[in-house]
């Protein structure tokens, strides 16, 4: 099992119960880390990939055909897959930004609050 598998269990296995912030946390950073890995490969595989069809210049079935400018046509699509994954990884920022904006209220009287609990019976807790 490869790095990414590791990291997709990783974020599959977060769930949202108990303490909700921290799991939140949790799961933007867990993200964050297997986008910066799909990053990585997909840079590899983008300039791995157009040296392999550059070094087709001068093959007999492609005679006339402007071979590097084919290549960075067909690498296109994994730039723009890796600017994908970028947007993943800024998203999930964003997550838990707009988690902690919308709930600031709530995480400041937890830390306020004194040991006895409320009657709050739900199934999750700040």
Excluded: C
């Excluded at 598998?5 to 909700?20: A, C, M, P, W, Y």
């Excluded at 983008?46 to 084919?70: C, F, I």
């Excluded at 890796?82 to 988690?99: D, M, P, T, Y």
């Amino acid at each position: 099992m490869g790095t990414g598998q590791t990291r997709l269990d990783e974020i599959s296995n977060i769930e949202f119960h108990g303490k909700v912030p921290a799991k939140i946390t949790a799961y933007t950073t867990a993200t964050q880390r297997f986008a910066h890995d799909l990053v990585r490969e997909l840079d590899a595989a983008e300039s791995a990939a157009e040296s392999a069809m550059t070094q087709l210049k001068g093959h007999p079935l492609l005679l006339g055909v402007d071979v590097r400018a084919r290549a960075w046509r067909v690498t296109r699509h994994l730039r723009e897959a890796r600017e994908v994954v970028l947007g993943i990884s800024a998203e999930a920022v964003k997550f838990n930004l707009q988690f902690r904006q919308e709930f600031l209220e709530a995480l400041e009287a937890m830390s306020k609050r004194d040991t006895k609990r409320s009657d709050y019976k739900g199934k999750v807790d700040l």
